[in-house]
Every structure is written in C-alpha cells, then in structure tokens.
T-cell receptor, first 113, second 109 residues
Framework: NAGVMQNPRHLVRRRGQEARLRCSPM?????VYWYRQLPEEGLKFMVY????????ESGMPKERFSAEFPKEGPSILRIQQVVRGDSAAYFC???????????FGPGTRLTVL | KNEVEQSPQNLTAQEGEFITINCSYS?????LHWLQQHPGGGIVSLFM???GKKKHGRLIATINIQEKHSSLHITASHPRDSAVYIC???????????FGTGTSLTVIP
C-alpha cells in the first residue's frame, strides 16, 4: 500500500514561471490537504480538498495560487508567476475522513531563482 | 499570538533521558496531532488524540481538554529520536489546521 506520493521532489523555477505540484493520496483516501513550510518557519495550512471540491482554502494566498483535486488523477497545487518568496517546501497530506490521522507526502521543495 | 504554542523550542538530551515536550492551544479542537519531522524534511504522524492518553513504543502522548494542553513524552531517548516534533490541532469550528512552531530535539549519545 503505497504512501502519499508527491512529485516532483525538487522543482526549480525562474521568476514569472508557473509551478505545478502534484499529490497522489493514499489508496482509499479522498481528503487532501496542502501545507507550506517557508525556510526557518513552521508549517502553515493552505487548502483542504475532497474529490472535485475545495472545502477550505482560507490559507491560500488570494492571487496566483490555486488547487484542484479532480475525480481522476492527483491533486494539483498550481502557482502562477512565481516569485522568490514562493520558495518553500510544499507538503501534501491525505486522510480517509475529515478528522483523522493525516499521512504526509515527502514534500516538494520549490526554489525560485 | 499563535493558536498553538510549544515548549521548549529547542531541547538537548543525553541518550536514555526521559523527555517531555509541551503543547498548549487556544482554540476549540476536534483533535490534536503530534508530528515528527526528520532532518531530511519528511513528516510522520505520531499520534492523533481527542482525549486521554496514547502509547506507541517509547512514545506517550497525553491530552487534557479542560486545560487545553498536551504533552509528548519519550522514554529512554535515543539519538535516532533527534528530530523536530510538531503539535497541530484540528479546529472544531471549521476545517482549519493550526501548527505549533515545533520543538527541535537533539539526543546526544
């Protein structure tokens, strides 16, 4: 039973480019969470999704960031027109229900040059 | 003020020592989580609690709902326990998930 998969593990982008981060939840999990960890800071909640629905995006920056979790395929966190301040580790977690143990992916480390 | 406060921020212990990490929170919660983040960055969920106490191997987690406080204990600490331990809570008024800033533990052989 594979764990939560994230890819790519490392992503380098130049300012103004787009970054797409993918998260495949554990089998049977329909709840996905995205978190961001800025350098030398703690984890921050970004968005909570269920299949085809955004349940809570209160932690997402208002511009340039979007997330989806389609019926088929992985969840995608998309950052348009990246800036240096977007450099961070982005973690995805999945759970079988709304309140339950969350299983974390290995993270995607985004570096914006 | 953060919704979740942890102490201490940094902790160094000798191998074999009993370790306690504390977490206080200020919001109503449906569950509290203890996470472990290793130097490589990977995050592992250690415990999810809504009441009482849980034990897994040398790790024990307790929660006092009335006092809004949780503790993580490590018995017979070992250098491989060196990591950042993070307390996080599910808010009971929405889907928010609040994190403490973490406790960096170093266990010296």
């Amino acid at each position: 039973n594979a764990g939560v998969m994230q890819n790519p593990r490392h992503l380098v982008r130049r300012r103004g480019q787009e970054a797409r981060l993918r998260c495949s939840p554990m089998k049977g999990h329909s709840h996905v969470y995205w978190y961001r960890q800025l350098p030398e800071e703690g984890l921050k909640f970004m968005v909570y999704l269920q299949k085809e629905n955004i349940i809570d995006e209160s932690g997402m920056p208002k511009e340039r960031f979007s997330a989806e979790f389609p019926k088929e395929g992985p969840s995608i966190l998309r950052i348009q027109q990246v800036v240096r301040g977007d450099s961070a580790a982005y973690f995805c977690a999945s759970s079988p229900g709304m309140v339950g143990t969350q299983y974390f992916g290995p993270g995607t480390r985004l570096t914006v040059l | 003020k953060n919704e979740v406060e942890q102490s201490p921020q940094n902790l160094t212990a000798q191998e074999g020592e009993f370790i306690t990490i504390n977490c206080s929170y200020s919001v109503g919660i449906s569950a509290l989580h203890w996470l472990q983040q290793h130097p490589g960055g990977g995050i592992v969920s250690l415990f999810m609690l809504s009441s009482g106490k849980k034990k897994h191997g040398r790790l024990i987690a307790t929660i006092n709902i009335q006092e809004k406080h949780s503790s993580l204990h490590i018995t017979a600490s070992h250098p491989r326990d060196s990591a950042v331990y993070i307390c996080a809570v599910n808010s009971n008024t929405g889907n928010q998930f609040y994190f403490g800033t973490g406790t960096s533990l170093t266990v010296i052989p």
